[in-house]
Structure formats: C-alpha cells, structure tokens
C-alpha cells in the first residue's frame, strides 16, 4: 500500500536549522494559524499558550519530543511532516486512517493514525472545540501493537 495521494511529500532539512525552523513554522502558520480547520464539522483551536520564540505551543508539540516541557527537542522525523497533521485531519473519513477516541490522563482524545505511514495526530477534546495536541512517529513495534490493540478494543465497543 502507498501514502494517499492528498498527504503532502515531507519536508526535508538542508543544513540552516534557524532557517529550517521559520520555514516549517510557516508551513505550521498556513495550515493552523491562518486558516480555521474544522475537524468532522467540529472548531480546531490552538493550545498558544506558552507561546515560544513568537510560535504557538501547539507548533512546538508537532516538532518536539521529550517527557518534560522545558527539556523537548526538535525531532526531524516530526519537523519532516510538519505538513502532514492538517491533510489527516481534514481527510479523516478516508479509509487509509484508522481514527477513534480515547482517554488519557482523565481526558478525553481523538487518534488519527495513518498507519501504513507510522503517523499519529492527536486532538484533544475541550468545551465546544478540538486543541490540534500532539503528532509523532509511531515507529516502535510496542506503541504500534498498543494503539492496534486500542482500535480494535474500541471497534468492539470495548474500553476506550
């Protein structure tokens, strides 16, 4: 199986991190920022807060991982596909994702994964909107075998 034809090509690093940085925050900008994306008819909003270096919390939650906010790093696997969280929640009905709700930490989540790409967005559900939340690789056997286990319990009716 191949990537769907609507998910954009990564956006590959060429050496000037600084540069690399505004330009895949413009791309984050176009996408979230300047447009109003709706996510199955419901309001996207942004988590802007802390804003950082002028960009929004949400931005640094697409291109960074680590376990402890002030100490996450930009990952080039996420900066690579920073154009790739807006196509997957706009063509969430398409059969290549697998999307269900979950709940972490006493919240409530939506996971959009496209699998065959080893690709997860996360939205977090709030009062009357969706906060755009996370999005990562999903590259290691575990995660896939727990969020596989996740969808199929929550096709069934099961704990979601």
């Known amino acids: 199986m191949s990537a ?54 949400t931005f640094w ?13 930009p990952d080039l696997k996420r900066c690579e596909r920073i154009r790739w969280p807006r196509p997957i929640i706009d063509n969430s009905e398409d059969a290549s994702l697998k999307v269900w709700p979950n709940t972490r930490k006493g919240e409530t989540r939506i996971l959009l994964w496209l699998e065959e790409e080893e ?17 990562y690789m999903v590259d290691k056997p575990h995660r896939k075998r727990k969020l596989l286990k996740e969808f199929e319990d929550w096709k069934k009716g099961g704990p979601k």
């Open 61 to 73: 939650h697409f291109i960074q991982e680590g376990p402890v906010e002030p100490d996450r790093l």
């Open 4 to 57: 769907p034809e609507w998910l954009p090509p990564l956006f590959k690093f060429k050496g000037d991190f600084a540069a690399y940085l505004e330009a895949i925050y413009e791309l984050f900008k176009a996408d979230f920022v300047d447009t109003k994306p709706t996510f199955r008819g419901r309001t996207l909003r942004l988590k802007r807060h802390p804003m950082s270096e002028g960009k929004e919390a």
């Open 119 to 135: 690709y997860l967005v996360v939205l977090a559900e709030r009062k009357g909107y969706l906060l755009p939340w996370t999005a």
